[in-house]
């Protein structure tokens, strides 16, 4: 059981927006921003997406975009894609030194 | 272009033990902060350890189910990171990634992963 809440799938058709939600009194423990996204497609190695909340790394479309209000962190997709289809993880520090993943959502294009 | 290549995956029995290999390159890693992230079959990440850079101390933390049967060490010189596996239990059957980051700016980069499978 994660310290981190993702609902299991969200969909959506292409050029609409997704948000997809982690929850957790981690997330808000504390004071950090310590919270990052990843996208992986089947068989692939994660992608870091977002960082520190809402850092997005270069090479990263401005489609991806972070956020967070209290326990809950929230990553959009905007204007979605054929390609954004993939398992997203939402990753935490739990205030000692250690991290969490939730346990991912698939995301679906319809 | 930095590249991570994982490798030491294998088959091994209950009770066993394992090494797993981080190689780096296109950066130094001793400039880098590590972690060890594993995957079981069709199931989500989970966060194994981080190692810091040696002019942070060069220590590591573990994760609960981890702690006291695995390491985490480094080799700076021959840019290698380790993961030492010992005690090994069927529930650690999983694919283990590295990666470079030590989390509180994300993990950028990842290797392909390498599969360890427990099982008698």
């Known amino acids: 059981q994660s310290a981190l809440t993702q609902p299991r799938s969200v969909s959506g058709s292409p050029g609409q927006s997704v948000t997809i939600s982690c929850t957790g009194s981690?997330?808000?423990?504390?004071?950090?921003?310590?919270v990052s996204w990843y996208q992986q497609h089947p068989g692939k190695a994660p992608k870091l997406l977002i960082h520190?909340?809402?850092q997005r790394p270069s090479g990263v479309p401005d489609r991806f975009s972070g956020s967070k209000s209290g326990d809950t962190a929230s990553l959009t997709i905007s204007g979605l894609q054929a390609e954004d289809e993939a398992d997203y993880f939402c990753?935490?520090?739990?205030?000692?030194?250690?991290?969490?993943f939730g346990p991912g959502t698939k995301v679906s294009v319809l | 272009e930095v590249q991570l290549v994982e490798s030491g995956g294998g088959l091994v029995k209950p009770g066993g033990s394992l090494k797993l290999s981080c190689v780096a390159s296109?950066?130094?890693?001793?400039?880098?902060?590590m972690t060890w992230v594993r995957q079981a079959p069709g199931k989500g990440l989970e966060w194994v350890g981080r190692?810091?850079?040696?002019?942070?101390?060069?220590?590591?933390d573990y994760a609960a189910p981890v702690k006291g049967r695995f390491t985490i060490s480094r080799d700076d010189s021959q840019n290698t990171l380790f993961l030492i596996m010992n005690s090994l239990r069927t529930e650690d059957t999983a694919i283990y990634y590295c990666?470079?980051?030590?989390?509180?700016?994300?993990?950028?980069?990842w290797g392909q992963g390498t599969l360890v499978s427990v099982s008698s």
């Open positions: 990666a470079t980051g030590g989390g509180a700016n994300g993990y950028d980069d």
């Open positions: 296109g950066f130094s890693l001793s400039y880098a902060w």
């Open positions: 981690i997330i808000n423990d504390g004071g950090y921003n310590y």
């Open positions: 520190g909340v809402s």
């Open positions: 990753c935490s520090y739990t205030g000692s030194y250690a991290y969490v």
């Open positions: 190692i810091k850079r040696e002019t942070d101390g060069g220590t590591a």
